[in-house]
DNA sequence: GCTTGTGAATATCTTCACAGCC
DNA sequence: GGCTGTGAAGATATTCACAAGC
């Protein structure tokens, strides 16, 4: 299902002899949760650094600021390598920059996105994007009406458009953020014009090839979610 | 941290006799991502409804068009009762209704939206939200310019405005659209209006006491967990 | 014959606790 | 003395596999 995986892991054969400073590798399957961890770690290193706080952070300390805990954050960084000092703790600029390499965003990534809607349209404004190395640098939306507009600097083109601007503009991901209803289909146009990376926000699941990657927003989940949480677990609790 | 919890089960009494066919309680801890689950199967069975398909479903139907497994939403719906009839499958209607009164959206949620810039705009056009009873009744900002004005029907309110609002009308979540730089002090200012449940979008982590539910929608670790699997997982995969 | 509901087995993730090093 | 890195233990979540029931 989806979700397969074979960790084949040939015994003396996980991590190349001498590699150890290497961060962003290590072939151990990793948690999702981790990684997600580690975006809030990066984040956290970037507030402290500016505000010149925090040349130097211990785990505990991370751990207090982003509500994990110690054993954890030195869990997470183990499985990507060993980047501390004992007795010391973590360089900050040192770790932010294994952090960048490990999540990838280290290299600045190039972003079509399909849907220039309400949720389009906040997307292309998100300033946490580009902030942190993703760069919408096209749309793309099937209403004639939209075509030729540009929102935030940035061109809103038709569907057609899509192959060529793939390849003229080197663009690794696509954001989705168009109905249901049309998803899949843009989805399909999305793979065909080779990008391997979809960030889904339409409530609906998606079926890609096994080589794309697909991560899905769910806004209705999430609130679901909540409202579960204050309809059960009593009044307490996160 | 924060998650402590202590499932507290007093063995034969994890359910009080006789009341197996109530829905939506079961004393044993849920994992989230069961919840979570059982929101998609929900949307599915609108789905299948809408299009008169699937009046009978299955727990094999409903993994293969969710992409889980059938053990897998079998297992799921266990934590809560028992929904369906051996040899038969669940009937559509029935579940649907079980389901919503699990998530606690058999009632209307009414929502205040707090910061109305980009996103915020555009939450307050969701679609989907309505639709699954999550009614965004009031919005408030901090921008003068922006009060008095109405988006989609909804009045920007001063954020003085709160309290009074939550009583007023009846507010139950928050959902928390504004910069990073005020969205501890907006959380702050929502929680002493009364609200317990708080969905935040702001890339920051936000201190709340126990007994409000938080719920977080962070853009950027989503986007960088997509980097993530691109830079590794090689080609394949989830 | 087909599908649910669920103990038991497995796999995965988190926490503990401490040796190793600064 | 303090903090990392990590085996080992513990807790949680998923999957298997089958008895029970339509």
Redesign the interface.
Known sequence: ?????KAESIPGDDWPAGAESTP??RSEH?P?ST??RL??Y??LLQTLAAQSEGEQVSSGKI?A?????AAQVRRDLAYFGTFGRRGVGYENQELQRSLAT????DRG?RIALVGVG??G???L?????P??G?HVVAAFDRDPRKIGRKVRRVLIRPMSALPAAVRSLNL??A?IAV?ADSAQEVAAAVVAAGI????NFA?T?LVVP??V???N?????????????????A????
């Open positions: 299902m989806a979700t397969s995986r962003a590798a990793v999702e990684v997600r975006s809030t990066y984040r751990a600021l982003t509500g994990f805990t490990i999540l990838g965003i990534w309400n949720l349209q906040a997307l404004s998100y300033r946490g994007f902030r942190q993703f690794q991901m954001v109905p391997t990376g979809i960030l409530p699941k096994e080589h990657h697909l991560q927003v769910d806004l209705s989940i999430e609130i679901e979610y909540l409202s579960y949480l204050l309809t059960h677990e009044p307490a609790d996160t």
